[in-house]
């Protein structure tokens, strides 16, 4: 049977991306002066300005700001051709305290909202990610690294990518089509942008295996962009919620995720989602995994757990069991087992939340004692 699985990745310098950025920047900051801040903060880009909104919870003080600005710099907004730049944009900042209904109405350890969340894992990659979700975020990475490196010297911070994969029985067979785009520099023309988006992105990041002459690429499809970024477009946190998960493979539990910290358990239990599906398919139980679990603020366990696996030989009923037996799912235990006290937020809010390898992300990390209690259901 013939299946198509899609993903989107930005670059660094997608308005939208630039404001997940800010937001988790700002979040890191914080929880290092005070692990225990509660923020839900909301950041806006448009020509020349940054709006930064939200609630926070702390005694610690961080200047925005400034941190807006470095995030900017950092992205590479340090040229004032491109209509934006960390040196000369204006921040707005609005934020107050949380709402005491909210602050005084849940206990200590008690989940901080009311949220469904989803976590998916799959065998089909080395990380247990969708291919597609794969493909387009080492293109948008590897697109951010040229310039970033002056590899590729006419390469402008925004850009987009969409993978589209063709399935056959259940695994993919073929890359159906390629979409990137890429701001450039006004003087390159766009056959050298084709060729170097084809010779130093695509063909360095897709499985040449998965590329055959029916597969369509197609390379800013308009002609130029040369005008992106906040003057092309206004950012928003959290408008990237397929990007920041697992593509068209599974539904997204629909909330966003930068800006805020643990206690928000849309955030922290898609985390923690994410690592019970892991740890199902990397147990050899079956070769994909789908967890939703919902929460009611105030609670401290979620109300519903559900599973689908793709092994029918396994009982449901006993896989939901040794999950909870498993898995810590009160909002306290998912913070303290994926240890999300940590000023992670900002490196996890691009090319995806969930695949990456690095230490830091628990949630990827693979135990060996869970596997092992795994293969016993």
């Known amino acids: 049977m013939r299946e198509i699985q899609s993903a989107e990745a930005v ?56 941190i807006a600005r470095n995030v900017l710099i950092d992205i590479g907004y340090i040229k004032p051709e491109y209509g934006f730049d960390g040196y000369t944009a204006g921040v707005i900042t609005s934020i107050n305290d949380q709402s005491p209904e909210i602050s005084m109405g849940i206990p200590l350890g008690k989940a901080g909202d009311t949220s469904i969340v989803v976590g998916y894992a799959t065998n089909e990659t080395k990380n247990y990610m969708p291919i597609a979700c794969n493909i387009a975020n080492s293109i948008v990475k590897r697109i951010d690294t040229l310039r970033k490196e002056d590899i590729v010297d ?31 520099e006004p003087y390159v023309s766009e056959k050298q942008l084709k060729e170097a988006i084809i010779e130093e992105v695509i063909k360095k990041e897709v499985p040449e ?25 206004t950012g928003l946190t959290g408008r990237k919620t397929i990007a920041d998960a697992y593509g068209t493979a599974v539904p997204s539990g629909g909330s966003a995720f930068s800006g805020k910290d643990p206690t928000k358990i849309d955030r922290s239990a898609s985390y923690m989602t994410r690592y019970i599906a892991k740890h199902i398919v990397a147990s050899g139980i079956c070769n994909k995994c789908k967890i939703e679990l919902v929460y009611i603020i105030g609670m401290d366990y979620p109300i519903s757990i559900d599973v689908k696996i793709d092994n029918k030989d396994i ?10 037996e498993i898995f ?8 303290e087992n994926l240890k999300l006290r940590k000023p992670i937020y900002k490196k996890s809010s691009i090319y995806g939340h969930f695949g990456k390898e690095d230490e830091e992300f628990e949630w990827e990390q693979l135990n ?7 293969k016993n259901v």
């Not at 589209?164 to 089509?177: A, F, I, L, N, T």
């Not at 002459?213 to 906040?230: E, S, V």
């Not at 009982?315 to 909870?324: F, W």
């Open 11 to 66: 670059c660094q310098g997608h308005p939208d991306k630039i404001a997940d950025q800010i937001s988790d920047a700002i979040l890191d900051e914080l929880i290092k002066k005070d692990p225990y801040a509660k923020t839900a903060i909301e950041t806006l880009i448009t020509t020349g300005v940054i709006y930064v909104s939200g609630e926070i919870s702390t005694d610690s003080y961080v200047d925005i700001p400034n």
């Open 209 to 233: 295996n998965l590329i055959d002459d029916k597969t369509k690429i197609i390379i800013n499809p308009l002609g130029r962009f040369i005008i992106g970024g906040p003057m092309a477009d």
């Open 368 to 374: 060996k004692n869970i596997l092992e209690g795994l």
């Open 328 to 335: 810590d799912l009160s909002p306290a235990g998912i913070i």
């Open 315 to 324: 009982d449901k009923e006993n896989l939901i069991k040794k999950i909870e």
């Open 154 to 184: 006419f390469f402008r911070p925004d850009g987009k990518a969409i993978a589209v994969v063709e399935y056959e029985d259940g695994q993919p067979k073929r890359v159906d089509s390629l979409t990137v785009l890429v701001q450039h």
